[in-house]
């Protein structure tokens, strides 16, 4: 990457591990947020990846139970595509 600096000269950035881990990070956090209004997908994308099972959900309710198995079948069904 090629940025100008204030000098107007131009400098070269190389990506260094600071900013590798922060985008990482960010994709992570992003996969897995746990606001309310995403712990559906992300419950169904753990229980698409083998990282919850079934047994992990009891508790929850009908209605939620199969939201979260509707997303893990839609990620099998993409990831199938």
Same mark, same amino acid.
């Given at each position: 990457?090629?940025?100008? =600096?204030?000098?107007?000269?131009? %400098?070269?950035? #190389?990506?260094?591990?600071e900013h590798y881990l922060t985008q ?11 606001? =309310?209004?995403?712990?559906?997908? %992300?419950?169904? #994308? ?5 990282r919850l099972g079934e047994e992990d959900l009891s508790g929850l ?5 199969? =939201? ?14």
């Amino acid at each position: 990457m090629i940025l100008a =600096s204030p000098s107007h000269s131009l %400098v070269t950035v #190389r990506p260094t591990a600071e900013h590798y881990l922060t985008q990482r990070r960010k994709e992570i956090d992003h996969k897995y947020d746990f606001s =309310s209004s995403r712990l559906t997908d %992300v419950l169904g #994308r753990l229980l698409y990846e083998n990282r919850l099972g079934e047994e992990d959900l009891s508790g929850l309710c009908e209605d939620r139970l199969e =939201s979260i198995r509707s997303f893990a079948k839609f990620l099998a069904e993409d990831a199938a595509a």
